[in-house]
């Protein structure tokens, strides 16, 4: 079992209880195996507290006002530049494919070039005092309540989501400044004005002309995700602008660990003895580690994603440096009946009508007779038409987030049954892509795709639900998918 980090002092035990299991979850997001993970955590976590003790004495002492990260960020940009590093120096085939891709993008560096063509996010969290960046970051990204950030941070508790709105603006106002002090063309430049004005009212409406700017251009459209403070689209500017790739993932995986943090209900655990756990063994072995380490979010730590092995027509670089432009469109799916486990028979039965389709398979027997032989035969069922049943899964598919030419979305299916394995599958309508998939591994034939289940999220115990999400791209619209199966029988929407 890998070591974990061992705090030397008070402050390095500090930092560590507030934010071993961001690191752990974010360098899990980079690498292609637990133990790897693990391994970049740990060089990434003494990274990021010698430059957090470094920024701390460099305060100390007086040398100025410093731009500097609260306790996460800084932590998560360590892993970030330890693999960096690990790409420098040979070691990129130990990350994950797609971000080493964005290592080698303009994207990345961007973070590390001339400050002024740096994210807006994350300049304007540096230019703020390090206790309202806390606070922003932990109640926005981390999605901690209000009454715990306030105990972390020695907050009023009755006062502190007045702050916590004073911040935001606080925040909006330094992404502002940042977004003028930006090198801008003269196109970009004759809209900072209007996108200050828009996004300052929520019921202002973007005017066309604007609306197609923020589609094509990535700097004014990431500004305009930090200007606008309501509609929800803070938390991914943040982790966008201050993490880079991964962060929209990094973000599901927070909000997944607050509801268990809250005592939402998790998926029930694949069982110890099954032989599956060998090849995925790396992801159980990392929950067991963060478990073990750390209290806050270890459950959330199973979340896992995948690169989808479909097409490949799309990169991750090519989705999660986008902001949301519209607004996600409302889904719906489609109600279907499902099937009734087989049953044995004896030879006496007639044997059925050759079955030409799964569903077909999965029609409800009719009365058998007695069996007169000990001995089990193949299911027999009757060629008789089966009455239809209430399907025994529902769908609830969810558009989270939507931009110019992709979206993000949420598959929960309930089941009646229990599972030990399952597959999720649904056709798109208007040509839509799925390019990044977590919580499980997809493929895409034409319009149909199928989710297949982590090892991890296997086992769903009778009326539990699964779920997944993933990135998508779309071209033609964004109407919601129907034929969802599970397992193939047909679900209804939930």
Known sequence: MPDLPTPQDATEAALFSEGWDAVLSYADLCTSGSLTAHQLA?????????????????????????????????????????????????????????????????????????????????????????????????????????????????????????????????????????????????????????LDAVTRSAAADAPEDLSRHLATCVRCAEAAACLRLHGGGLP??????????????????????????????????????????????????????????VLLSALALGVSLMPFDGSGDETVAAHQNRRPVVGPDVPGTVPHTTHAPPRTATPAVTPPAPATSATAKRKKPGPEPRETSATTHPPRHSAAPATPEAAACRVAYDVTDQWADGFQATVSVTTDRALTGWQVAWSFRDGQRVGQMWDATGRQDGSRVTATAADYNKAVAAHGTLSFGFIGSLRNGNRAPYDFTLDGAPCTSG
């Open 42 to 194: 740990n060089e990434a976590f003494a990274l990021g507290m010698r430059e957090v003790r470094a920024a701390a004495s460099t305060h100390v002492r007086g040398a100025g006002r410093t731009a500097r990260l609260p306790t996460i960020p800084a932590l998560l940009t360590a892993v970030r530049d330890t693999a960096t590093a690990w790409e420098a120096g040979g070691q990129g085939h130990r990350l994950d494919p797609d971000l080493r891709l964005w290592l080698n993008s303009p994207s990345a560096a961007r973070f590390s070039g001339p400050p002024l063509q740096r994210p807006v996010a994350l300049r304007g969290l540096r230019d703020m005092q390090e206790a309202d960046a806390s606070l922003l970051w932990l109640a926005e990204v981390e999605a901690l309540p209000l009454p715990t950030v306030a105990r972390r941070l020695g907050l009023d508790p009755a006062t502190v989501t007045d702050e916590l709105d004073q911040v935001r603006t606080l925040f909006r106002d330094r992404c502002h400044r940042a977004h003028l002090d930006t090198p801008l063309d003269p196109e970009c430049r004759s809209y900072a004005r209007l």
């Open 236 to 293: 991914a500017a943040l982790t966008g602008g201050v993490v880079g790739w991964g962060g929209l993932a990094y973000l599901e995986r927070r909000r997944r660990a607050a509801e268990v943090r809250l005592g939402a209900p998790a998926a029930a655990p694949p069982d110890a003895g099954d032989p599956a756990d060998e090849a995925g063994g790396g992801r159980v072995l990392r929950r067991g580690l963060l478990a073990a380490a």
